[in-house]
C-alpha cells in the first residue's frame, strides 16, 4: 500500500487573499500492480482501515475542541 497524505489551507478565491479558513485534508491509499477481483474487496478494507487510522491520529481531541465539533459528555 502506498498512502499519500496533503494537507493544507484552500484559497477558494486564488489568487486573491485567503477569506475563507478552509484547511484540508486528504488522505489516499492505493497500490500498483495488478489485482484479481478477489483481493480487491480485502484491498479496499486494509485501506480504508489505514486511512481512518491515521485521520484518527492527525484530528485529536484538542483539535476538535478548536474546531468547535467535541460534546463534552
Known sequence: M???FQYGMYNTDFPA???NKLYILDIDAYTQGLLTF???QSRL?????AIEDLFEKVI???LRKVMGVV???
Not at 478494507?45 to 482501515?49: A, E, N, R, W, Y
Open 17 to 19: 487573499p485567503i477569506k
Open 45 to 49: 478494507d486494509k485501506f480504508h482501515d
Open 2 to 4: 502506498i498512502m499519500q
Open 60 to 62: 485529536t481531541n484538542e
Open 38 to 40: 478477489d483481493d480487491i
Open 71 to 73: 460534546n463534552e459528555d
